[in-house]
């Protein structure tokens, strides 16, 4: 694998990314942190390692990242705003970075009363803004964010994360466009059920000349039970799934293939609409669904670069 960032150099060669989640243990186990990243192996660029998503306790995404990175794949270290100030924040940076990582995702958080520590307090010390511009400061400066100076090089290859369904929606690209400015290099969303809003969305990206600035990935979400298509429908926010859809499952024979189905559908949609350059699987806890999708989709081989 290449000393850089290999999702960089997939997008910066003009080929249509993946990407991947991979859901740290609530636990000390890293054999299944081994398991799911063979999993993905073959079938994405690189693989995000999330940070206590949910805001349930998990193994860090650092210690996760570090070990992707010492068998061979690309990891994406994902930040959340929550739990750390600056000074933690830009440690860990340099812990990953020194092993070798060098794509990060930079986030706000689930808010802490959702998960099994509602009583913990939050930080936001900085928001996942200022985080892109801490992140690209020292990438570009060698200096910390208080101004002092660091040895040692840190390419770096920053994300962020962006909702096209939350109102209103000229205010989502006007947040993409401070995410751009702040140094953001790619940009993973939201997960995509409703082409129009997404395709509204996209339009306005173009207009504003940002699909050029940074690389827009599309969130996939497989649905993996009507359940599961009820509950993200009815109770996450900003997330926007058709009735069609959660009609198309309660009616299929078999909801679990259907939900496959819908995946490829969505994955090859987004593919035709300008300026989309890569998908973002998160499979939550599904990732043995993530070559089946890769494969239907025409999105395997993945290239070597």
Same mark, same amino acid.
């Given at each position: ?35 799911? =990243? ?18 349930? +306790? !998990? ?49 706000? #958080? ?32 060698? $200096? ?15 994300? =962020? ?10 205010? !989502?690209?006007? $947040?993409?466009?401070?995410?751009? !400015? ?16 997404? #395709? ?5 990206? $173009?207009?504003? #000349? ?19 298509? $009820? ?14 859809? +959660?009609?198309?499952?309660?009616? =299929? ?9 819908? =995946? +490829? ?32 989709? #025409? ?7």
């Amino acid at each position: 694998m290449p000393a850089g960032s290999n999702l960089e150099a997939v997008l910066a060669a003009g080929r249509f990314a993946v990407t991947a989640e991979l859901g740290p243990p609530k636990g000390t186990n890293l054999g299944v942190v081994e398991r799911k =990243a063979e999993i993905l192996r073959h079938c994405c660029d690189a693989v995000n390692l999330t940070d206590n998503q949910t805001a349930i +306790v !998990r193994m860090s995404s650092l210690a996760c990242a570090i070990h992707l990175r010492r068998m061979g794949l690309d990891p994406v270290m994902q930040m959340t705003c929550r739990d750390r100030n600056r000074l933690a924040l830009q440690s860990d940076v340099l812990g990953a970075a020194g092993a070798g990582v060098r794509n990060f995702l930079c986030l706000s #958080g689930d808010h802490q009363q959702f998960g099994n520590h509602p009583g913990a307090k939050n930080v936001f010390d900085l928001d996942s803004i200022q985080l892109i511009q801490v992140l690209a400061g020292m990438r570009d400066t060698r $200096r910390f964010q208080g101004g002092d100076e660091f040895t040692g090089d840190i390419p770096m290859f920053i994300g =962020a994360a962006a909702n096209p369904f939350a109102d209103p929606l000229p205010y !989502r690209v006007v $947040r993409l466009a401070k995410k751009a !400015r702040a140094g953001a290099n790619f940009i993973q969303t939201q997960a995509v059920f409703d082409l129009e809003i997404f #395709g509204r969305w996209m339009a306005q990206v $173009r207009a504003r #000349g940002l699909h050029e600035q940074v690389a827009i990935m599309a969130g996939i979400v497989p649905l993996k039970s009507v359940g599961t298509a $009820r509950y993200m429908r009815d109770y996450v926010s900003g997330v926007v799934v058709p009735d069609a859809i +959660v009609s198309r499952m309660e009616d =299929a024979p078999d909801p679990k293939a259907e939900g496959m189905a819908i =995946a +490829v559908e969505l994955i090859d949609a987004v593919r035709e609409i300008p300026g989309v350059r890569g998908v973002h699987i998160m499979a939550v806890g599904w990732e043995d669904v993530v070559p089946i999708l890769a494969e239907r989709a #025409g999105l395997l081989p993945r290239p070597l670069i």
